[in-house]
């Protein structure tokens, strides 16, 4: 399964792929340009084959400090079909880019973006309801950044010291 | 109040320009039918529903925050704040996950005690929204009757873990503490007590007219719908989807004792609660395959770094007294990696998303929690129904607060 998606998917969207981080993960893994994303969701779910119905997860990765650019959203996807196979699609997004949503293929997608959205600040185009979720209304900021500060906003040396915090202990061992 | 004035004028956005005789109508947050602190603003003509909308994050606390902070083992109290009503599905989910990441295989013994436990409280979780739902609709007796059954487990929990509710049972690699001698011939007992409690209750609940006739079609979705908003566990299993993490990517032992997974036709009310109520005697029946078979050993995977070494070890010992420190201030070390792990919780597929940097902390934790994909639904479940009827639909779904906000 994992080389008939693999090399599908460097046929059919081979200029839409972006070069791969090496993580140690058990997912099947593909990073897609943000432009891109709609029609290879749509694809993967329509196709006969990989039939990937279901969407499982849907979240966001803050690398602030370590990658660029600086989000990422992550998007799983199951397929019943194929003995309940998931694939992770990841799409960076840069700080203040948009995402487009894909509630229109998947209604389950609904409240997952708009979390992502209030929690992390990532706008999604096309949304039909993009509000804030979780946090009241008169929020100000977005929880889940790594900058935001641990204690609320007002102490601002956390950032410094969250970016820091563990970059010389020594578990390594 | 400022926050008030924000969602008064949000609501004012949404249903502006109401037509004669529709009402606006506040279900909760504070309501004994919403099982926990949620918001349904529900427009109504006359007794029917015609559009809501769900306001949540009154429980928030931000534990996917907190777990960038904590280290993997800290992160635990916070899985049992989650579904309070089954703490330890969400203990053993996360630990799972952990243990994966690190690629610690626990002694057979701990696995045994964990599916028994997670049985256990699968059937502690489905009498209460059983039970519950009874009371939402004005029967009161059923819980009663059950309660007392799902109180027995409560001691058993409290005897293994010392806690009633925030369990906070497993460990990475293993469990807090060995089971106790009267562990299995307690179980046993509750069992052969439960299965008569749960046929009376289906009499007295379940066939009775009134409960029926308020619950059967009322809130169904078909399979597709059900399957395109996310559902998972009892929820989607009722609208006729046999999908069961247990089966389709098993974990444990789950691949190696006998049950059925028991689907419903049309999704509705009542077909969720018949699922659980099966689910309850599968339940038992894969704690009767695994309670005579608990194999002897140790409680604890023998990986150093994971586990607090013997005291009186710690005591006489320099290694074990480094071991000891290292482990309460930095925690175990998990490996470098992104690992997405998804276990059958009581209220559906219950996935813990971890990305770890090789640090005390994980750099980012998501919890696909159950809850949360079945309540975005709740707007389309109840449109074009009564008012009563939204009851229904709510205490069928066994939205838990703190599990939909995290």
Redesign the interface.
């Known amino acids: 399964m994992k080389d008939t998606i693999t090399e599908y998917l460097n046929s059919r969207f081979s200029e839409v792929l972006l070069p791969q981080r090496d993580?140690?993960?058990?997912?099947l893994y593909f990073t897609i340009k943000k432009e891109a994303l709609p029609t290879v969701v749509q694809t993967l779910k329509d196709h006969p084959e990989f039939a990937f119905?279901?969407?499982?997860?849907l979240?966001s990765?803050?690398w602030l400090g370590?990658r660029e650019p600086r989000f990422e959203v992550?998007y799983?996807l199951r397929s019943?079909k194929n003995?309940?196979f998931?694939l992770?699609l990841r799409v960076p997004v840069g700080e203040g880019e948009e995402v487009p949503s894909i509630v229109s293929i998947?209604?389950?997608a609904?409240?997952?973006e708009r979390?992502v959205y209030d929690?992390m600040g990532i706008p999604f185009s096309n949304h039909p309801q993009l509000?804030r979720?979780?946090?009241?209304?008169?929020f100000i900021g977005h929880?889940?950044r790594?900058d935001?500060p641990?204690e609320g906003p007002g102490q601002d040396y956390l950032i410094e010291d969250l970016l820091t915090i563990?970059v010389n202990?020594d578990?390594?061992g | 109040m400022?926050?008030y004035e924000?969602?008064a004028?949000?609501f004012g956005k949404k249903f502006k320009d109401l037509p004669e005789g529709h009402l606006l109508v506040n279900l909760g947050p504070s309501h004994p039918a919403t099982h926990g602190i949620l918001q349904n603003v529900i427009q109504i003509d006359g007794e029917r529903v015609v559009d809501t909308e769900s306001v949540?994050?009154y429980v928030?606390r931000?534990f996917?925050?907190l777990g960038?902070?904590y280290d993997y083992n800290q992160f635990l109290v916070c899985t049992d704040r989650m579904n309070y009503v089954s703490t330890p599905l969400n203990n053993i989910g996360w630990i799972l996950t952990v243990e994966?990441m690190m690629q610690i295989q626990v002694p057979e013994r701990v696995t045994y005690v964990r599916m028994i436990i997670s049985e256990l409280s699968r059937i502690m979780d489905h009498i209460i929204c059983n039970g519950i739902m009874g009371v939402d609709l004005g029967a009161f007796s059923g819980l009663l009757h059950l309660f007392h059954h799902r109180e027995n487990i409560y001691q058993i929990l409290e005897k293994l873990t010392g806690a009633r509710l925030t369990t906070t049972f497993c460990r990475v690699g293993g469990m807090e503490r060995d089971i106790y001698p009267e562990f299995q011939s307690e179980i046993k007992t509750v069992i052969k007590g439960l299965k008569p409690a749960l046929d009376e209750f289906q009499d007295l609940l379940i066939r009775n007219k009134i409960f029926n006739e308020r619950t059967a079609g009322i809130g169904g979705l078909s399979a597709d719908r059900a399957?395109?908003?996310?559902f998972s566990g009892p929820n989607l299993r009722a609208a006729g989807v046999p999908?069961d993490v247990r089966k389709?990517?098993p974990y444990m032992f789950y691949d190696k004792v006998d049950f059925d997974i028991p689907v419903g036709e049309d999704g509705s009310a009542l077909d969720r609660t018949l699922v659980r109520m099966e689910e309850m005697r599968q339940s038992m029946r894969i704690i009767e395959q695994l309670i005579d078979g608990i194999p002897e050993g140790p409680y604890h995977a023998d990986v150093p770094h994971t586990f607090l070494p013997p005291k009186d070890r710690v005591y006489h010992n320099m290694e074990e007294l480094i071991y000891h420190f290292k482990i309460i201030m930095?925690g175990v070390?998990v490996?470098?990696?992104?690992?997405?792990?998804?276990t059958e919780a009581a209220n559906g597929?219950l996935?813990f998303?971890v990305?770890s940097?090789?640090?005390?902390?994980p750099?980012?934790v998501?919890v696909?929690r159950p809850c949360?994909?079945y309540?975005?639904?709740f707007p389309e479940l109840v449109k074009g129904g009564l008012l009563a009827d939204t009851i229904a639909t709510m205490s069928s779904l066994n939205v838990i607060a703190g599990e939909l906000?995290c």
């Open positions: 993580i140690n993960t058990n997912l119905t279901y969407l499982n997860d979240t990765v803050d370590k992550v799983l019943p003995k309940h998931r992770q998947f209604p389950s609904n409240w997952p979390e929690l509000e979720l979780i946090m009241p209304d008169n929880p889940l790594k935001y641990l563990h202990e578990i390594a | 400022v926050m924000k969602t004028e949000h949540i994050g928030h931000c996917e925050k960038e902070r994966k399957i395109a908003y996310g999908w389709d990517d930095h070390k490996p470098p990696g992104e690992y997405y792990m998804s597929e996935g998303y990305v940097e090789g640090e005390k902390s750099w980012r998501h696909r949360f994909w309540y975005q639904a906000d």
